[in-house]
């Protein structure tokens, strides 16, 4: 194949080291599809893999792609692949380990790529993987929220916080949020109700919920607890040593590391084309202006997705 264009960077450190350079798309392993991006959806884990934050997991080879979620079409398939073919426009999401979705090619393992509904944009689809699959599986899995039930998004204006508001109210649940007092209007129009800032007062809201959902990971235990209804859940998606001790004791605490499957995210991408799931893009570039774009989200975070377009 010929050599494609991608970000990538050849050590940790800030948006500085990104670079948009050719590299050799490799083929797709077993179970790997390759697929031609058309566009792909910024997260806060791009910044936390980049600056070296998780290179436990991520390892010290480099050079390495950057970015998760993406939009596309497939244009070679793995040994194995059979559910999907050359030409299916899909979405999806790059492991962790590889990333590499802010680029004119990517592959992904074939369980963490769906079909795009075709009512969706490229945009719209690839804002999708990460943030959806995370609430879906936060407040559906996790949380076991049914209809007539009520949740706590704390964060409710973020990527994820706004994918889990939507999937629990088309679950038949209530939603109430915290977010801040110049964002109150959006959430109202979301439908959250009761809408608290950031620093609430618990107190005024106990035991109300059935599930909280701390999307931002700054709830105080103690908040949390007073939350929750006897019997509630509590889930949290950004993980410390801590939390996780706690995640595994009994108890309403659980952290939530959310991964692919095909039925979580054909979930997500049909609650998306069926219109009950909508991710507001603040920002769409070319792949060529995306470095600079990258730089002044992180240094001035908005509300909304930076989607990168490729042509
Ligand atoms: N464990 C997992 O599998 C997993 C998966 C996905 C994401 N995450 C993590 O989850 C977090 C949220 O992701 P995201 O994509 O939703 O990010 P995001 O779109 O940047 O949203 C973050 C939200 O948190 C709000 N916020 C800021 N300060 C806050 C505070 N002190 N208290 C409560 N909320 C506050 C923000 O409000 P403003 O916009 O008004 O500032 C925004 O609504 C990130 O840290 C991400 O890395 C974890």
Known sequence: ?????????????????????????????????????????????????????????TGRKFPRGLG?????????????????????????????????????????EENAVV????????????ALPVVGLTAFQAVVNLGRLRAGQAVFIHGCLGGVGRSAAQIALAHGASVGGSCRDTAVPEARDLGISPIVDFDFDAAKLAKRFDVVFDTAGTLPVRAARTLLKPGGRAIDINPTPAKFVRSALPGPFRVLVSKA???????????AGKGILRLPVARSVPLGEA???????????RRGKLVITTS
């Open 291 to 301: 470095i600079a774009a990258l730089t002044d989200f992180e240094r001035s975070p």
């Open 261 to 271: 499957t095909l039925a979580d995210l054909d979930a997500v991408a049909q609650a």
């Open 1 to 57: 194949m010929t050599p494609a264009k991608r970000i990538q960077y050849h050590e940790y450190g800030g948006p500085e080291v990104l670079r948009l350079e050719d590299f050799q798309p490799a083929p797709p392993g077993p179970g790997e599809v390759q697929v031609r991006v058309k566009a792909a959806a910024a997260n806060p884990m791009d910044r936390k893999i980049r600056s070296g934050e998780m290179k436990l997991l």
């Open 68 to 108: 998760h979620d993406f939009a596309g079409v497939v244009i070679a398939v793995g040994d194995g692949v059979t559910r999907l073919g050359v030409g299916d426009e899909v979405l999806g999401g790059a492991s962790l380990r590889a990333a590499g979705a802010f680029a004119e090619v990517v592959v992904a």
């Open 115 to 126: 079909a795009k509904p075709a009512n969706l944009s490229w945009e719209e689809a690839a």
